[in-house]
C-alpha cells in the first residue's frame, strides 16, 4: 500500500471515523487550531531551540527560555484561527500555563547533563513487514543515549491529564516509534520516556521483544480495518467540541458541547492533591538547584531577542550563562 501510516492517523480513525475520513481521505482544508494545539506547538518550539543549544554545550537562563516562549506566542497569535472552546479561560491563562511547563521542565532539568541527544525532532521511517507493505512514521521529541548506555525515546506532553503507568505500558505511540528507533540506531536497550511537563512529572516503561512483535500485529490488523472502510461513521463524544470539522458533520448535535460540560479552570491552576500514584520508576525525582539569573527586560522591537549561554566546559563541569544571539 502507498499510505504511510502515523500513530496520530491511527487515532484519528479510532476516535472518530467520521473525522478520518475529513481529515485523510476528503483532505478537507481547516485554517484554525483549538488553543491546546497553539500552546502544545509553542511549547515545542522552545524545548527544541532549547535542547539544540544545550546539545552544543550551551545552556539558556530560564528567563531567556521564558521570554522566548512569549516572543513566539504573541508573533504568532492570531485570535480568528485560534480557537478557544472552554470560553471561561482567558488567552493569557493558556500562555500562563505554558510558561508552567516550561520553568517546571528546565528547573527539573537543569544543568541539563543527563545523556546525550541522539535526536532532537527526529523523523523516523519504518516497516513494521518484513515486505515494507505496512509503513509507518512519526517525530520523536529527543532521542537519548543515557550514562548506562540505553537509547531513551522522550516525549513533551502539556495536557494535565496524567495517564496511570498501566496505560503507559500499553502505550502505542513511543512503543512503535521504539521499534524505528532500534531499526535506526541498532538499540538493545530502550526506555521510553514521557514528560508531563503541566504535572511536573516524568514516566518511564519498557517494551520486550515480544510485545513489539504484538503490536507490530495488531497496527497491521488496525491498518487493514481502515484500508476496509468504507463507511467512516461517526463517533459523536465530547471531544467533537474540539473536532475542526463539527460544521459538516452531521453528528455534532448529538455530542455534549463544551459549554455543557463542568468547568475546567482548575487544570489551569496548580496541579491538585489528587495525582496517580509513582510508578515503580520515575526518573529524576528530585530538582537540582537552579542558580538566580536576573531576567532581562524584553528589547525594543527590531532589536535581536538573545539566550544567554555557557561556554563548553571539561567533562563533569557545569555550564554557566554568557551570551549568544538566538538563531
Same mark, same amino acid.
Given at each position: 500500500?502507498?499510505?504511510?501510516? #502515523? *500513530? ?5 480513525? @479510532? ?10 481521505? %476528503?483532505?478537507?482544508?481547516? $485554517?484554525?487550531?483549538? &488553543? ?7 511549547? *515545542? ?21 521564558? @521570554? ?11 485570535? %480568528?484561527?485560534?480557537?478557544?472552546? =472552554? ?15 516550561? !520553568?517546571? *521542565? ?13 535526536? &532532537? ?30 537509547? @531513551? &525515546? *522522550? ?26 528507533? %532500534? ?5 538493545? #536497550? ?8 503541566? =504535572?511536573?512529572?516524568?514516566?518511564? #516503561? ?12 495488531? !497496527? ?26 463539527? $460544521? ?8 455534549? /458541547? ?5 468547568? /475546567?479552570?482548575? $487544570? ?26 536576573? /531576567? ?12 544567554? /549561554? ?18
Amino acid at each position: 500500500m502507498s499510505t504511510v501510516y #502515523s *500513530h496520530s492517523r491511527l487515532a484519528s480513525f @479510532e476516535n472518530c471515523p467520521r473525522q478520518f475520513f475529513y481529515r485523510y481521505v %476528503e483532505k478537507v482544508p481547516v $485554517d484554525t487550531e483549538s &488553543i491546546e494545539a497553539f500552546l502544545g506547538k509553542r511549547v *515545542h518550539e522552545v524545548l527544541e531551540r532549547l535542547n539544540r543549544f544545550v546539545e552544543r554545550g550551551m545552556v539558556p537562563s530560564l528567563g531567556k527560555v521564558i @521570554e522566548r516562549f512569549r516572543t513566539l506566542w504573541t508573533e504568532q497569535f492570531q485570535p %480568528e484561527r485560534v480557537r478557544i472552546v =472552554r470560553g471561561e479561560v482567558s488567552q493569557d491563562s493558556y500562555r500562563e500555563l505554558g510558561e508552567r511547563c516550561l !520553568t517546571n *521542565h528546565y528547573r527539573r532539568n537543569y544543568p541539563f547533563d543527563e545523556g546525550e541527544s541522539l535526536g &532532537i525532532e527526529q523523523h523516523v521511517t519504518f516497516p513494521l513487514d518484513a515486505d515494507g507493505r505496512y509503513r509507518m512514521r512519526g517525530i520523536v521529541d529527543r532521542i537519548v543515549r543515557a550514562r548506562d548506555g540505553a537509547v @531513551e &525515546i *522522550h516525549d513533551y506532553k502539556t495536557g494535565r491529564w496524567v495517564p496511570t503507568q498501566s496505560d503507559l505500558d500499553q502505550d502505542r505511540q513511543l512503543a512503535l516509534y521504539q521499534i524505528g528507533v %532500534e531499526q535506526s540506531y541498532g538499540a538493545t #536497550s530502550v526506555r521510553l520516556v514521557w514528560h508531563y511537563l503541566q =504535572r511536573d512529572q516524568v514516566r518511564i #516503561s519498557t517494551r520486550t521483544a515480544e510485545q513489539l512483535v504484538a503490536l507490530r500485529e495488531a !497496527t497491521m490488523q488496525l491498518i487493514d480495518r481502515i484500508e476496509a472502510e468504507s463507511d467512516f461513521d461517526p463517533r459523536p463524544s465530547t471531544l467533537c467540541s474540539w473536532c475542526e470539522f463539527r $460544521d459538516l458533520c452531521p453528528a455534532a448535535d448529538a455530542a455534549p /458541547r463544551a459549554r455543557d460540560l463542568p468547568p /475546567r479552570n482548575a $487544570d489551569l491552576a496548580a496541579a491538585p492533591a489528587a495525582i496517580p500514584p509513582e510508578p515503580a520508576v520515575v526518573a529524576q525525582t528530585t530538582r537540582k538547584p537552579v542558580p538566580h539569573f536576573p /531576567r532581562s527586560e524584553p528589547k525594543a522591537s527590531g532589536e535581536p531577542q538573545n539566550f544567554p /549561554r555557557s561556554e563548553p566546559k571539561a567533562s563533569g563541569e557545569i555550564t554557566r550563562p554568557g551570551q549568544l544571539r538566538l538563531l
